[in-house]
T-cell receptor, first 114, second 108 residues
Framework: DGGITQSPKYLFRKEGQNVTLSCEQNLNHDAMYWYRQDPGQGLRLIYYSQIVNDFQKGDIAEGYSVSREKKESFPLTVTSAQKNPTAFYLC?????????????FGDGTRLSIL | GQQLNQSPQSMFIQEGEDVSMNCTSSSIFNTWLWYKQDPGEGPVLLIALYKAGELTSNGRLTAQFGITRKDSFLNISASIPSDVGIYFCAGQNNDMRFGAGTRLTVKP
């Protein structure tokens, strides 16, 4: 089945630690995205990638980093510089970033601080 | 970045009732989308709208793309318990902006 797989489902971070969230898609989509979701708020864009080896900052990129070495994979690293990392993180993909191309989402990773 | 104004924030309804929620923006969008999110899962696309004035149905769900291109609404008819969840609107140009969601509770 085609889809977007995020792992792990739950992740705990210690102070000063970097953690990496995995996102894999087998939809052959060029574009991939990372969003952060906090209670009572809409999704906020962290980073997006239009194509392999390219990525752009979103609205709240500070304290995060990404890579796009393969079309299928777009991992997100939450660095120690992100002072409020507790949130639900959602990965999405679309055929491309053009208008009219809906984004499809994975099931998310919930990150908490120990 | 600009977020969308989605209302109501939450709704508590009886099974069988109809539901209406809407989304407005000060900016024009070329595409409007509606997603549903169940607890602990990612949003699932319900309906995508591509033209101003477009009215599209998906089962008991009906959504419209406002004529001004600055708003959209979603109706759910004859609600059932599995309609419970958070409904998000999204406006798309080259990027996508989301509303804060409408939390729907359906009482049997």
């Amino acid at each position: 089945d085609g889809g977007i797989t995020q792992s792990p489902k739950y992740l705990f971070r210690k102070e000063g630690q970097n953690v990496t969230l995995s996102c894999e898609q087998n939809l052959n989509h060029d574009a991939m995205y990372w969003y952060r979701q906090d209670p009572g708020q809409g999704l906020r864009l962290i980073y997006y990638s239009q194509i392999v080896n390219d990525f752009q900052k979103g609205d709240i990129a500070e304290g995060y980093s990404v890579s796009r070495e393969k079309k299928e994979s777009f991992p997100l690293t939450v660095t120690s510089a992100q002072k409020n990392p507790t949130a639900f993180y959602l990965c999405a993909s679309s055929i491309n970033t053009g208008p009219g191309q809906p984004q499809h989402f994975g099931d998310g990773t919930r990150l908490s601080i120990l | 970045g600009q977020q969308l104004n989605q209302s109501p924030q939450s709704m508590f309804i009886q099974e069988g009732e109809d539901v209406s929620m809407n989304c407005t923006s000060s900016s024009i969008f070329n595409t409007w989308l509606w997603y549903k999110q169940d607890p602990g899962e990612g949003p699932v696309l319900l309906i995508a709208l591509y033209k101003a004035g477009e009215l599209t149905s998906n089962g008991r769900l009906t959504a419209q793309f406002g004529i001004t291109r600055k708003d959209s609404f979603l109706n759910i008819s004859a609600s059932i318990p599995s309609d419970v969840g958070i409904y998000f609107c999204a406006g798309q140009n080259n990027d996508m902006r989301f509303g804060a969601g409408t939390r729907l509770t359906v009482k049997p």
